[in-house]
């Protein structure tokens, strides 16, 4: 799956822009890093880049197409169901944690869906013991965790993360990095966004991209 960006421009309030001419590619899998200060566009651009936010000015295409000249259900049974945002906040539904983790599986009915994941990750994070707690009563790791969890599960074509590692312990960032890195080698494209870039993801990383001031900066 293959997304550009050309000359993308956004506001939320239709006089100032949070984004400046933006021209990106994600041509190829791999792990990509948003990268700049409070207030630079980040969360703006990786919601653009998920489609969810339509540019106020430019054209995203998605392997060459231009996602929102098609119509409602070409963009909603086409694209959007290959594309998963995990925002910075965890929300979780009311319901237990093992609810919330399938949630996404019930929502899409996708039968390429491998749901043998559901199980891996359990065992892998050390959820088993809590996946009858109520979400509610989570700590904010085990619902940053679990929020993450239920997006991975989808193995989606594109995954993008809004400042993943907040909230998460050293064992369980480790996990999440090492996970995340074999995403990307196994074909998807997982783009961060994030304040600080962990040691150990950096030998993965294909490209980072800094924003400034809603600009994209050459570094």
Not at 92 to 105: D, F, H, I, Q
Not at 139 to 161: M, W
Request: glycine share 6%; aromatic share 6%.
């Amino acid at each position: 799956m293959e997304i550009r960006l050309e000359d993308v421009w956004f506001t939320y309030d239709g006089a100032s822009y949070v984004l400046k001419n933006i021209n990106l590619e994600l041509a190829n899998p791999g792990l990509y890093i948003l990268i700049g200060p409070n207030g630079s566009g980040k969360t703006t651009l990786l919601k653009i880049i998920s489609l969810i936010l339509k540019p106020s000015k430019g054209r995203i295409l998605v392997n060459g197409v231009d996602y929102w000249g098609l119509s409602d259900e070409s963009r909603q049974i086409e694209l959007k169901s290959r594309i998963v945002y995990v925002h910075d906040k965890p929300i979780l539904l009311r319901g237990s944690v093992e609810y919330n983790l399938k949630l996404g599986l019930k929502l899409r009915g996708d039968l390429r869906v491998d749901e043998s994941l559901v199980e891996y990750y359990i065992d892998r994070y050390m959820l088993r013991e809590i996946l009858d707690k109520p979400a509610s009563k989570l700590s904010s790791g085990q619902a940053k965790t679990i929020s993450i969890l239920r997006a991975l599960i989808l193995n989606p074509e594109i995954i993008a993360l809004d400042e993943p590692f907040t909230f998460l312990d050293a064992s369980r960032t480790s996990l999440l990095i090492q996970d995340l890195a074999r995403i990307a080698s196994n074909g998807s494209i997982v783009i961060i966004a994030t304040h600080y870039i962990h040691r150990e993801l950096k030998p993965h990383i294909k490209q980072v991209v800094e924003l400034i001031n809603g600009e994209i900066s050459n570094i």
